[in-house]
Nanobody, 120 residues
Framework: VQLQASGGGLVQAGGSLRLSCAAS????????MGWFRQAPGKEREFVGY??????SYADSVKDRFSVSIDNAKNTVYLQMTSLKSEDTAVYYC????????????????WGQGTLVTVSS
């Protein structure tokens, strides 16, 4: 599975941005698609994931971010609203052929990351 993330950029605090992650390859074997982020000097952290029975989010983004998937386009999206300066990070999409989850090691495939910068 190959993943290509896009859509990052500079946005003002309070604004919105939508990230995309296009998947190719053995996408039919993918069970869970996730989003993580990594701020400078920090570890990569869970943002949200989507699987067949719904989505789950980190408390820090719940009610502001949402993950959706377009199976026809093999693309997963991360809609971000009410952005804050602390959301500034490189955002990564990830795919799991197993059960996925909230940890980096739950995912076997990763995209290259896209930078989101929120100015205050």
């Amino acid at each position: 599975v190959q993943l290509q993330a896009s859509g990052g950029g500079l946005v003002q605090a309070g604004g919105s941005l939508r990230l995309s992650c296009a998947a190719s390859g053995r996408t039919f074997k993918t069970n869970v698609m996730g989003w993580f982020r990594q701020a400078p000097g920090k570890e990569r952290e869970f943002v949200g994931y989507i699987r067949w029975n719904g989505a789950s989010y980190a408390d820090s983004v719940k009610d502001r971010f949402s993950v959706s998937i377009d199976n026809a386009k093999n693309t997963v999206y991360l809609q971000m609203t009410s952005l804050k300066s602390e959301d500034t990070a490189v955002y990564y999409c990830a795919a799991s052929l197993r059960n996925g989850g909230r940890w980096v090691n739950d995912y076997e495939y990763w995209g290259q990351g896209t930078l989101v910068t929120v100015s205050s």
